[in-house]
């Protein structure tokens, strides 16, 4: 019975080549990109669950309010992990990583540096915490003394050409000199560990011992016994505020208390965030790996499941619109004997063979399309066709797909009675409101939302490269790594601004794209106290950092370095004018510092106010910030004054080369290095487009299969209306008006849920467009103009028929 079952089934595909073919490649595409859309999420969802125990590793993260800045940091106090074991029984074991950036490394036979882009000391306790192997040392030792370090397979390979490395010597910036004792595998794509190369040990970093509980630069692991309870560990972390930070902060405040701290409106939270937790559901401002948002995997489980959905929809509405050249088969068949669950069965057999033909034909477009989904998505996603587990779960699907969307056209088709399609009445139904009619709605109204989230993200886009940013970021050329110059680093400044394409030049670690960040809480002499306290970022600048950037003085004046007294000067942002409650001409000659603890403590005097520029990502609001007279030599910042690009950096190499042989040439320009900043918004805006795209051509297809099933259906009616005569006009916007219909009410009732929506995932944005109605309306009028496009096809082709043979037809 099964196998007449497939035969007849394969035999009715075949009848109708361009009906199957619509079907099985309107499901393919659902079925493909919801693939490539589980594929994303589910790499996502597994972030850093490879490390052995990862359920039971929490990370102690604080949230802190001091000196009129919130911040919310993964980064603790260097005692905070000793402190834990020693007072939590149910601590097994901690490790801290104080991460470093890029730095500088060769081989010390070797005068050419090699760039690290992620470093970090790292306690000992490394491997063991977090079950890593080595390829080559022994784990237990590797990062027990000072300036030893374990390096990745890649970076070992890059710097000696081999993984047999153990005992060779690197140097770090031209000065210290560092051993190998191991070499481990790169780390996975979905860890946080993933570009970090080289892990130097944490014994060679002499504040990491030091008690100082004020002070938060390292990211601090726990793993957990499997008993612990989280709330009570959650009541015991608060704890430690009474026990270690105020007695050690008394120290410098003798008469603060918990209570007077509290009163200043200061507050410091210490919570755990479980290790596979970290990477979606941070709300940290800064991470040692790549942050998502679990808001985005919403949004992409949004699209994943409807981009699947509406192309079942689909597939139910070209089998239904067919449905009615088949009635007399129905009919026949029944009169012959065949019952009601017999025929849904037949037709249940055509829809899996279309699902699973549908299914191979979505493996083969998923592969196709992988690299572009994973240059688009800056992933490195692979199809897991090893992997057992990923048949058996597509199987599964492809099953209850052919069940869900077969179903509907089966239980329509075999409810005919044979009577009447056999004497040739037609099959209508009457409802406006029928199942049909409903899904075009709810597929338009998916379509509506993603045009309006795809505008939002586009616009949010256009917002923040087109905002006055109250910086300079066009044509600044940034060259990495300027301390690599050494004694050099003068002169080769010199010798820039001596270029005649060189406006100006400043040398600094800090920029205001992503760089090196430092807070410091400062204090106005005569209120010393805590609750006086200024939270602020401190940056090292040379004179020419204002000019280069192009940052607007509002007071005062710009630093002089030949001014002795400018040592100690100091220029401040709006925004620190609010903390201070002073305005920017009575901010001048202020005297602050940070040395509070001293009986003498050094001040420094304000000299000029600048206007507040965005040197965060426009997500947080602008804090304060204090530049300092004094040497910083991170990177160098070239304004350029010409468009022959090529020629300038050829120039500036050559001065590079000459000035720090055998150092590498790294460089970026500001404004690029500002879009890099969003890239999660980039690269969420991109899959947008693709899958909105998608969603309405699949979209477009169910509207095309229920307007051939209307036309269909009024065949005589068109044939009686012409004959009596009706316009082809007339009756083409007759026909078409039936399908706007629908249309208007899915963009009505998608319309609000796209706003709301979107607003909601603006407001991760201190700075944010407002969802205007020029938004929303071209969002309906794009949907209108698709499906005017698509129904009048066959609006058209029914309107112009011969009238004769539509009278003549059974």
């Given at each position: 019975?099964?196998?007449?079952?497939?035969?007849?089934?394969?035999?009715?595909?075949?009848?109708?080549?361009?009906?199957?073919?619509?079907?099985?490649?309107?499901?393919?595409?659902?079925?493909?990109?919801?693939?490539?859309?589980?594929?994303?999420?589910?790499?996502?969802?597994?972030?850093?669950?490879?490390?052995?125990?990862?359920?039971?590793?929490?990370?102690?993260?604080?949230?802190?309010?001091?000196?009129?800045?919130?911040?919310?940091?993964?980064?603790?106090?260097?005692?905070?992990?000793?402190?834990?074991?020693?007072?939590?029984?149910?601590?097994?074991?901690?490790?801290?990583?104080?991460?470093?950036?890029?730095?500088?490394?060769?081989?010390?036979?070797?005068?050419?540096?090699?760039?690290?882009?992620?470093?970090?000391?790292?306690?000992?306790?490394?491997?063991?915490?977090?079950?890593?192997?080595?390829?080559?040392?022994?784990?237990?030792?590797?990062?027990?003394?000072?300036?030893?370090?374990?390096?990745?397979?890649?970076?070992?390979?890059?710097?000696?050409?081999?993984?047999?490395?153990?005992?060779?010597?690197?140097?770090?910036?031209?000065?210290?000199?560092?051993?190998?004792?191991?070499?481990?595998?790169?780390?996975?794509?979905?860890?946080?560990?993933?570009?970090?190369?080289?892990?130097?040990?944490?014994?060679?970093?002499?504040?990491?011992?030091?008690?100082?509980?004020?002070?938060?630069?390292?990211?601090?692991?726990?793993?957990?016994?499997?008993?612990?309870?989280?709330?009570?560990?959650?009541?015991?972390?608060?704890?430690?505020?009474?026990?270690?930070?105020?007695?050690?902060?008394?120290?410098?405040?003798?008469?603060?208390?918990?209570?007077?701290?509290?009163?200043?409106?200061?507050?410091?939270?210490?919570?755990?965030?479980?290790?596979?937790?970290?990477?979606?559901?941070?709300?940290?401002?800064?991470?040692?790996?790549?942050?998502?948002?679990?808001?985005?995997?919403?949004?992409?489980?949004?699209?994943?499941?409807?981009?699947?959905?509406?192309?079942?929809?689909?597939?139910?509405?070209?089998?239904?619109?067919?449905?009615?050249?088949?009635?007399?088969?129905?009919?026949?068949?029944?009169?012959?004997?065949?019952?009601?669950?017999?025929?849904?069965?037949?037709?249940?057999?055509?829809?899996?063979?279309?699902?699973?033909?549908?299914?191979?034909?979505?493996?083969?477009?998923?592969?196709?399309?992988?690299?572009?989904?994973?240059?688009?998505?800056?992933?490195?996603?692979?199809?897991?066709?090893?992997?057992?587990?990923?048949?058996?779960?597509?199987?599964?699907?492809?099953?209850?797909?052919?069940?869900?969307?077969?179903?509907?056209?089966?239980?329509?088709?075999?409810?005919?009675?044979?009577?009447?399609?056999?004497?040739?009445?037609?099959?209508?139904?009457?409802?406006?409101?029928?199942?049909?009619?409903?899904?075009?709605?709810?597929?338009f109204g998916v379509a509506v939302f993603l045009i309006v989230g795809t505008l939002v993200v586009f616009q949010q886009l256009e917002f923040i490269q087109n905002k006055d940013l109250g910086f300079e970021k066009e044509q600044v050329l940034v060259i990495n790594d300027a301390y690599a110059a050494e004694q050099n680093l003068n002169a080769l400044k010199q010798d820039i601004i001596n270029l005649s394409s060189v406006k100006s030049v400043t040398v600094s670690s800090f920029m205001p794209t992503p760089s090196a960040r430092s807070n410091s809480s400062l204090f106005r002499e005569n209120a010393m106290d805590q609750q006086y306290a200024i939270q602020m970022q401190t940056w090292n600048v040379d004179e020419n950092y204002l000019k280069t950037l192009n940052l607007?003085?509002?007071?005062?004046?710009?630093?002089?370095?030949?001014?002795?007294?400018?040592?100690?000067?100091?220029?401040?942002?709006?925004?620190?004018?609010?903390?201070?409650?002073?305005?920017?001409?009575?901010?001048?000659?202020?005297?602050?510092?940070?040395?509070?603890?001293?009986?003498?403590?050094?001040?420094?005097?304000?000299?000029?106010?600048?206007?507040?520029?965005?040197?965060?990502?426009?997500?947080?609001?602008?804090?304060?910030?204090?530049?300092?007279?004094?040497?910083?030599?991170?990177?160098?910042?070239?304004?350029?004054?010409?468009?022959?690009?090529?020629?300038?950096?050829?120039?500036?190499?050559?001065?590079?080369?000459?000035?720090?042989?055998?150092?590498?040439?790294?460089?970026?320009?500001?404004?690029?290095?500002?879009?890099?900043?969003?890239?999660?918004?980039?690269?969420?805006?991109?899959?947008?487009?693709?899958?909105?795209?998608?969603?309405?051509?699949?979209?477009?297809?169910?509207?095309?299969?229920?307007?051939?099933?209307?036309?269909?259906?009024?065949?005589?009616?068109?044939?009686?209306?012409?004959?009596?005569?009706?316009?082809?006009?007339?009756?083409?916007?007759?026909?078409?008006?039936?399908?706007?219909?629908?249309?208007?009410?899915?963009?009505?009732?998608?319309?609000?849920?796209?706003?709301?929506?979107?607003?909601?995932?603006?407001?991760?944005?201190?700075?944010?467009?407002?969802?205007?109605?020029?938004?929303?309306?071209?969002?309906?009028?794009?949907?209108?103009?698709?499906?005017?496009?698509?129904?009048?096809?066959q609006s058209v082709k029914a309107a112009i028929a011969n009238p004769v043979k539509s009278l003549r037809t059974e």
């Open positions: 019975m099964f196998r007449n079952y497939f035969k007849i089934a394969w035999r009715s595909l075949k009848k109708q080549p361009f009906f199957t073919l619509i079907n099985t490649l309107g499901l393919a595409i659902g079925m493909a990109g919801s693939l490539l859309i589980a594929l994303y999420i589910y790499q996502e969802m597994h972030y850093n669950d490879m490390f052995a125990d990862a359920n039971r590793i929490y990370r102690i993260d604080m949230d802190i309010k001091f000196g009129g800045a919130e911040i919310k940091s993964g980064e603790t106090s260097p005692p905070m992990a000793q402190t834990l074991k020693k007072d939590f029984p149910e601590v097994e074991n901690t490790v801290r990583f104080r991460t470093l950036g890029s730095n500088l490394f060769r081989n010390i036979d070797k005068t050419t540096n090699l760039k690290e882009l992620s470093t970090t000391y790292v306690d000992s306790s490394f491997f063991e915490m977090f079950g890593l192997e080595l390829i080559n040392g022994n784990r237990e030792s590797a990062l027990k003394d000072p300036n030893t370090l374990v390096m990745t397979r890649t970076a070992a390979e890059n710097h000696f050409g081999s993984v047999d490395v153990v005992g060779k010597r690197l140097l770090l910036n031209n000065e210290d000199t560092y051993i190998v004792t191991g070499v481990m595998e790169d780390l996975p794509e979905n860890s946080f560990l993933k570009d970090y190369s080289m892990f130097m040990a944490m014994a060679g970093n002499v504040a990491s011992r030091e008690n100082i509980w004020g002070s938060h630069n390292y990211y601090t692991y726990i793993k957990l016994s499997p008993e612990t309870n989280l709330d009570n560990f959650q009541l015991q972390l608060d704890g430690l505020l009474d026990k270690y930070v105020l007695p050690w902060a008394q120290k410098t405040f003798p008469g603060m208390t918990k209570e007077s701290f509290a009163a200043s409106g200061n507050y410091i939270r210490y919570h755990t965030i479980a290790l596979t937790d970290i990477h979606l559901y941070s709300e940290n401002q800064l991470e040692m790996g790549e942050k998502g948002a679990i808001q985005n995997i919403y949004i992409l489980s949004f699209i994943g499941f409807f981009l699947i959905f509406l192309a079942c929809v689909n597939f139910m509405n070209l089998s239904t619109a067919h449905s009615l050249k088949r009635s007399k088969e129905v009919g026949i068949r029944k009169t012959l004997g065949s019952n009601r669950v017999q025929l849904i069965v037949q037709f249940l057999t055509e829809s899996g063979i279309v699902v699973f033909s549908s299914l191979i034909l979505a493996i083969i477009i998923a592969f196709i399309a992988l690299p572009f989904f994973n240059d688009i998505a800056g992933r490195n996603i692979s199809i897991p066709f090893t992997e057992p587990l990923f048949y058996v779960t597509l199987l599964s699907i492809t099953f209850l797909l052919a069940l869900f969307s077969g179903s509907y056209p089966a239980f329509v088709i075999s409810r005919f009675i044979p009577v009447d399609t056999l004497k040739g009445y037609s099959v209508k139904n009457n409802n406006k409101w029928n199942i049909r009619s409903m899904l075009v709605v709810f597929q607007e003085l509002i007071a005062g004046r710009n630093f002089n370095a030949q001014t002795a007294a400018d040592s100690t000067a100091l220029i401040i942002n709006e925004s620190t004018l609010a903390t201070l409650g002073l305005n920017a001409k009575e901010a001048l000659g202020v005297r602050v510092t940070e040395e509070v603890e001293r009986e003498n403590p050094e001040f420094y005097h304000i000299i000029g106010v600048i206007k507040d520029f965005h040197y965060e990502s426009l997500r947080e609001d602008i804090g304060a910030l204090g530049l300092f007279l004094d040497k910083s030599s991170g990177s160098m910042a070239i304004k350029l004054k010409t468009n022959d690009l090529t020629s300038v950096l050829t120039n500036i190499e050559n001065l590079w080369t000459e000035r720090a042989p055998g150092q590498p040439f790294n460089y970026r320009f500001m404004d690029d290095a500002f879009e890099a900043s969003y890239k999660e918004e980039r690269r969420l805006s991109r899959i947008f487009i693709v899958f909105t795209g998608l969603s309405i051509f699949i979209a477009c297809l169910g509207l095309f299969a229920l307007a051939a099933f209307n036309a269909q259906n009024k065949t005589k009616e068109i044939g009686v209306r012409k004959v009596l005569g009706a316009s082809v006009s007339q009756i083409t916007i007759d026909l078409t008006t039936d399908f706007l219909k629908l249309v208007a009410i899915a963009i009505l009732i998608a319309i609000p849920f796209g706003w709301y929506f979107m607003d909601m995932w603006l407001q991760d944005f201190s700075y944010r467009i407002q969802i205007g109605w020029e938004i929303l309306s071209f969002s309906a009028l794009l949907v209108i103009t698709v499906a005017i496009i698509t129904v009048s096809y």
